[in-house]
């Protein structure tokens, strides 16, 4: 088991334990359940998708990393599929403060990643705040998002979004999750670029058009790719190179031990990602970052 979790899983109820012990064990667990592993947890434990969901809780927080301010977010995010996805915030020493990640974007962004097509609900151990709050609104789920809180009862997003502003006011019809594919090509074969573009091609910009995607090659030689997440209030939107490190992050990987980077983005695009990209990658110590435009 990987060490992260070790204090995490002590806490929980001992059937849990056993449950989940053979899971967490792999050496490539993705800090993720697929729909068969939570109904086996679940008849195991007698728990339902909320109480199970509250219980997995200890062990998305332990996977986030906060050395700037040691205050530990965890997210379970249930995809329609039945498959459930942890989510943990992110900070970077070194870094600008706008570079970090909500541990309910790292949980959605996750899914997104995993191939997820849309939300049934969110549980996070602290209260959302406004800019997740946003960042959800771009979701094909909407504002129907269940978002579930310890000691409280159940809400949507729109309960805790009144008089929201979002793509639907812009006239915007391709959400978050929405199956896309921007259909551009590279010259470019060897396999980081080809991940880079893929991420490109699925990326949600539908304010800018400013497409881009990231891949990111660890010491060991595994690669991550993360998509740009395009918010309608522009400012919650997440970065492609945060997409990549969330996954890279989740699944055990340390975000201090990447080789090299490529990011694909279009030329001269409204919403450039490659400077903040080339900083924030220099604060984690990887100064090798190919650029390749459209």
């Given at each position: ?90 900070e970077f020493s070194g870094a600008s403060m706008q570079q970090t990640v909500h541990a309910e974007q790292s949980a959605v962004t996750h899914a997104w990643l995993r191939g997820e ?178």
């Amino acid at each position: 088991m990987h060490s992260r979790f070790l204090d995490a899983f002590a806490t929980l109820p001992a059937t849990l334990q056993t449950a989940l012990e053979p899971l967490l064990s792999r050496d490539d667990f993705p800090a993720m359940l697929t729909a068969e592993q939570v109904a086996d947890v679940k008849a195991q434990t007698g728990l339902d998708d909320d109480a199970l969901a509250f219980s997995l809780l200890p062990l998305a927080a332990a996977c986030s990393l906060t050395p700037i301010s040691h205050f530990h977010v965890g997210a379970v995010a249930r995809g329609i599929s039945g498959n459930v996805y942890f989510g943990a915030n992110m900070e970077f020493s070194g870094a600008s403060m706008q570079q970090t990640v909500h541990a309910e974007q790292s949980a959605v962004t996750h899914a997104w990643l995993r191939g997820e097509a849309k939300l049934a609900s969110i549980t996070v151990n602290y209260t959302p705040c406004g800019h997740c709050r946003q960042f959800m609104n771009e979701l094909n789920s909407g504002t129907e998002l269940n978002i579930h809180l310890p000691n409280r009862d159940v809400a949507t997003l729109g309960d805790y979004l009144p008089y929201s502003f979002g793509p639907k006011d812009l006239d915007i019809s391709t959400l978050l999750m929405d199956k896309v594919n921007h259909g551009y090509q590279i010259a470019e074969q060897d396999a980081l670029s080809q991940q880079a573009l893929d991420a490109c091609n699925q990326s949600h910009a539908p304010y800018s058009q400013s497409h881009s995607g990231v891949a990111l090659e660890t010491e060991n030689g595994k690669i991550f790719a993360g998509r740009y997440a395009e918010n309608a209030a522009f400012n919650p939107s997440l970065p492609p190179l945060q997409g990549a490190l969330i996954l890279l992050n989740l699944s055990g990987e340390d975000c201090l031990k990447i080789r090299r980077a490529v990011i694909v983005e279009r030329h001269q695009p409204l919403v450039s990602q490659h400077d903040a990209t080339r900083a924030t990658l220099a604060a984690l110590g990887c100064q090798q970052l190919s650029a390749i435009t459209l």
